[in-house]
């Protein structure tokens, strides 16, 4: 069945360091792809998205490309602030009849000043 | 544009007694999804709704129940409450249920069952 795998956390980094956080994942046909964000207490935050094979998605200084090849949707920050500290989950989204959202299981971001 | 809004945000009950949770989806969103997370199992998918007809449900037991509303809002209903039923319960609302389409997600309401 489809599924998400992110990298274990959590990822310790200090501030205007570079991030990258891994996420592969494992579909038939073509999913779209997001990342999403949950700070302390709160829902989920859609961080980016990309619909096709090449599609890069982009927000608050976040990218990550629809890597068809390698099945894969790795998040990339160039600099992160301790205000980006929270947990990332990778999620997939078929185009057919399921709608379902599959999430990763999550990658907790720790950013110290 | 008001977001997703889930009440309560939080409720303590006891194992066996029965609980309903509301979702408000964003004005002109049909679609509402609900997903269970916790520690262990991480996110999982409950069920889906579009236009008051539940479209997909997830491997949970029969103890877990929605619906949809005319005016798009959803409630989930869990009966005979079990330990293993204390989550933080998330309602996301879509303009449509297809598979480009952003889900924006509420704050969750937390279940503690003791």
């Known amino acids: 069945g489809d599924s998400v795998t992110q990298m274990e956390g959590p990822v310790t980094l200090s501030e205007e360091a570079f991030l990258t956080i891994n996420c592969t994942y494992t579909a038939t046909g073509y999913p779209s792809l997001f990342w999403y964000v949950q700070y302390p207490g709160e829902g989920l935050q859609l961080l980016l998205k990309?619909?096709?094979?090449?599609d890069k998605g982009s927000n608050k200084g976040f990218e990550a490309t629809y890597r068809k090849e390698t099945t894969s949707f790795h998040l990339e920050k160039g600099s992160v602030q301790v205000s980006d500290s929270a947990v990332y989950f990778c999620a997939l989204r078929r185009m057919d009849s399921s709608y379902k959202l599959i999430f990763g299981s999550g990658t907790r971001l720790l950013v110290r000043p | 544009k008001a977001g997703v809004t889930q009440t309560p945000r939080y409720l303590i009950k006891t194992r066996g007694q029965q609980v309903t949770l509301s979702c408000s989806p964003i004005?002109?969103?049909?679609?509402v999804s609900w997903y269970q997370q916790t520690p262990g199992q991480g996110l999982q998918f409950l069920f889906e709704y579009f236009s008051e007809t539940q479209r997909n449900k997830g491997n949970f037991p029969g103890r877990f129940s929605g619906r949809q509303f005319s005016n798009s809002r959803s409630e989930m209903n869990v009966s005979t409450l079990e330990l293993g039923d204390s989550a933080l319960y998330l309602c996301a609302s879509s303009l449509d249920p297809t598979g480009a389409t952003e889900a924006f997600f509420g704050q969750g309401t937390r279940l503690t069952v003791v």
């Open positions: 990309a619909t096709k094979a090449d």
């Open positions: 004005s002109g969103h049909r679609s």
